[in-house]
């Protein structure tokens, strides 16, 4: 994977992921974007990576329960051990296909070694 290079992935919002307002809780949208930041920065490290920042964290609209989430994520910077990714969350209505981006964030990952130290990240 490349530095601008896309990686998706989709989830249904479920009651269980739901806050009291039926809209998609927070936490559970923040553990969406984490999981997808790992996936990115270990595809393009090709190390096992951690979480240190989530930083801008903007929620813009909320999900309803029953909607579609699509996760959009890329590494924008990659220093010597951390590799920065911006997320983007959109939400669908399945029933009507409205589409709009819902919440954005950037995640900072470091790579780390088999000691859990901080290693090496490719730089392009």
Known sequence: MKIG??????????PT???NYN???GGHALSLMDR??????????RK??????????EFRHPVNEG???????KVVRAGRTSVTVDIDMYSENLLSG???LCTTA?????AVDDDGKPASVPQE
């Open 5 to 14: 290079e896309e990686a998706r992935i989709f989830e249904i919002v479920f």
């Open 17 to 19: 992921h739901t806050n």
């Open 23 to 25: 809209t998609l809780f």
């Open 36 to 45: 997808l930041a790992y996936i990115v920065s270990s595809r393009y490290a």
């Open 48 to 57: 096992h990576m951690v979480t240190v920042a989530s930083d801008k964290v």
């Open 67 to 73: 909607d579609l989430v699509e996760l959009v994520g």
């Open 98 to 100: 409205a589409r709009e």
């Open 106 to 110: 950037e995640f900072v990952m470091v």
